[in-house]
């Protein structure tokens, strides 16, 4: 089970009202905990990594 650790990074989606927790990857420059995809080239809003995760999933899926 993926930790909070593993998604440290914090992005609220372009159009989008949750805060997902995230990580970078080499593939796609980065994912989210719930699998959400992630445009990079949208204009997401990149949060400080001590932001509150409001996604259900997320939290479900990072195990707080």
């Known amino acids: 089970m993926p930790t909070k650790t593993e ?3 914090r992005v609220r989606l372009h159009g989008g009202r949750n805060t997902h927790g ?3 990857t080499i593939n796609t ?6 699998d959400t995809f992630v445009d990079i080239l949208a204009e997401n809003h990149w949060l400080d990594d001590d932001a509150k995760v409001t996604c259900k999933r997320c939290v479900q899926v990072m195990g707080g």
């Open 7 to 9: 998604y440290p990074m």
């Open 22 to 24: 995230a990580r970078e």
């Open 29 to 34: 420059g980065a994912e989210t905990a719930c």
